[in-house]
């Protein structure tokens, strides 16, 4: 069955973000590393993202200007805005629960949710995360966007597995 998958990376004091939306500080200890660390094996186990507007701006202006990372993957992209979906890109303001039903009766590989942390938390307010996986970046920013809103009911979670690469901690972990 597919799984529902929170792949994301966090600093040690829990920020996906700067205040700003900044993410240049996403990088293990020996900022020179070309090491993907898991990322490469993640993706391949994946066939569908799910994300925010905000975090598809983000890609598409920031982290990869013309160059779609998704393409062969269904992507939807949450938003209210009234933009149009074009081949493979979904721009969408269904209920996420709904959507995720529906996803989930495809035949396919697991879904992915890419972000933001408001995704992440509407994700989490509707019991829809089966894994997390959360890569801890060894920064400690103060201050930022926080991945976990404390609104949140408690989630009792079994860690999976966990390993280091370049001075990251993946950390995977199912719902119980």
């Known amino acids: 069955m597919r799984k529902v998958i929170l792949y994301i990376a966090m600093s040690l004091d829990g920020f996906i973000a700067t205040e700003s939306g900044d993410i240049e500080w996403l990088s293990g200890q020996d900022a020179t590393s070309e090491e993907m660390g898991s990322y ?4 391949q186990t994946i066939d569908t993202v799910v994300m925010g507007y905000t975090t598809y701006l983000q890609i598409t202006t920031e982290l990869a200007p013309g160059n779609w990372p998704y393409k062969g993957m269904k992507s939807y ?4 805005k009234n933009v149009k979906s074009d081949e493979g890109i979904v721009f969408t303001d269904e209920n996420i629960k709904h959507l995720i039903e529906n996803i989930k009766t495809e035949s396919g590989e697991n879904i992915w949710v890419c972000g933001g ?3 992440v938390n509407q994700f989490m307010k509707e019991d829809l995360i089966d894994r ?6 060894p920064t400690i920013l103060g201050k930022g966007i926080r991945l976990f809103h404390d609104k949140n009911e408690r989630v009792k979670l079994k860690l999976i597995s966990s390993e280091s ?12």
């Open 132 to 137: 997390y996986h959360i890569t801890v970046i």
């Open 40 to 43: 490469e094996n993640f993706i």
């Open 117 to 119: 942390a408001n995704v």
């Open 77 to 80: 992209v949450l938003t209210h």
């Open 165 to 176: 690469n370049n001075g990251m901690i993946d950390l995977i972990y199912e719902k119980k």
